[in-house]
C-alpha cells in the first residue's frame, strides 16, 4: 500500500500550456488542470483500479472525503487504442461511455431521473441543467452543430443533503469537443451559460498540483456570496472525445473536499 500523502494544501495554480495530440482551438484559459497521481495503465488500456489509498487523502474519512467503492476502468474491445493512444488520431474513447461514469459513493442515494433508457440521457434533461430559456435553447443548438453523439449521466445525493451530477457528453473528435468547451461553453471566469441556481459564479483554484491527470482539462467554478438557498460548484472536463459537465449544490454550502475528490476520480476514469 503506498505511502499516505502529505495534507491537502489549497492554493491558486498558474495556466498550464499543453501540447495535444490532436489539432485543437487555442485555449484561453486551463484552469488549473485537474491533478492527483493517476494509476497506471497498459499498452492497451487495460483495466486501472483504483484504491480508495492510492488518492491522496483516501487513507482517512477524517477529511470529509467520501468513500468510493473500488473503481475499475473498463477494458476496450479487442484492438482498440486508448483515447490517448497515438494511434487513436481522432481521441475516441471506445470503451463503453456509461461504464466511464464515476459510481456513487457509499451511502448514497441513486437519483433515477439520470439513469436514462439503457443509460443513455435524454439531450433535454441534460439541458435543463442551465437557468435560462435561452441558454437551454443555445446550448441545445450547439450540441447539435458539434454534432452530440450522446450522453450518459450518473447522480447521487449523500446523506448531507450535496447532490451531484455528472454528465458525460461525446462528440466525433477530440478537436471538436475540445472546441465546443473551450470556445462556446467556458470563459476565464465563468461558465457561458449560468447553471441553475446559480447567481454570481467565479474560477474555483482549490486543486493541489500535485500531480497531472494526463490529457484532461478542467475548468471549474464555485457560486460567492451572496447564493441562494443553496451553493452550487461546476466543472467542465475536457478529455478526447468527451465533455465531462460536473455538479454539486448543497443547502447552504457546497463542500470543497467531496467536489475535488469527485472531480479529480472522475477525470482519472476518463484519462
Not at 14 to 28: E, G, I, Q, Y
Request: proline share 8%.
Amino acid at each position: 500500500m503506498p505511502e499516505a500523502p502529505p495534507a491537502m494544501v489549497f492554493e491558486p495554480v498558474p495556466p498550464v500550456k499543453k501540447d495535444r495530440r490532436v489539432l485543437r482551438a487555442v485555449l484561453r484559459w486551463t484552469a488549473a488542470v485537474v491533478v492527483f497521481a493517476a494509476v497506471g495503465t497498459s499498452a492497451a488500456y487495460g483495466i486501472t483500479r483504483m484504491e480508495r489509498t492510492d488518492v491522496p487523502g483516501l487513507a482517512t474519512e477524517s477529511d470529509g472525503r467520501w468513500e468510493y467503492p473500488t473503481i475499475s476502468k473498463p477494458p476496450l474491445p479487442s484492438g482498440s487504442p486508448g483515447p490517448f493512444a497515438e494511434a487513436n488520431a481522432a481521441g475516441a474513447h471506445y470503451a463503453d461511455l456509461r461504464k466511464l461514469l464515476l459510481p456513487a459513493p457509499k451511502g448514497a442515494k441513486a437519483d433515477a431521473a439520470l439513469r436514462g433508457e439503457d443509460g443513455w440521457l435524454a439531450t433535454k434533461t441534460f439541458l435543463a441543467e442551465y437557468a435560462t430559456k435561452d441558454g437551454r435553447e443555445t446550448v441545445g443548438q450547439l450540441l447539435t452543430d458539434y454534432g452530440l453523439r450522446h450522453i450518459a449521466a450518473r447522480g447521487w445525493t449523500t446523506p448531507d443533503g450535496t447532490h451531484t451530477r455528472i454528465y458525460l457528453l461525446q462528440f466525433g473528435t477530440a478537436a471538436v469537443a475540445d472546441e465546443l468547451l473551450s470556445q462556446e461553453l467556458v470563459s476565464y471566469d465563468t461558465p457561458q451559460y449560468a447553471a441553475r441556481g446559480t447567481e454570481t459564479v467565479t474560477t474555483y483554484t482549490g486543486f493541489r498540483p500535485s500531480a497531472l491527470v494526463t490529457d484532461v482539462t478542467r475548468y471549474s467554478y464555485v457560486e460567492t456570496k451572496p447564493y441562494g438557498p443553496e451553493q452550487v460548484r461546476q466543472a467542465y472536463l475536457s478529455a478526447a472525445d468527451t465533455i465531462a459537465v460536473v455538479l454539486q449544490s448543497r443547502k447552504g454550502t457546497a463542500k470543497a473536499i467531496p467536489f475535488q475528490q469527485t472531480v479529480v476520480l472522475q477525470s482519472q476514469l476518463l484519462d
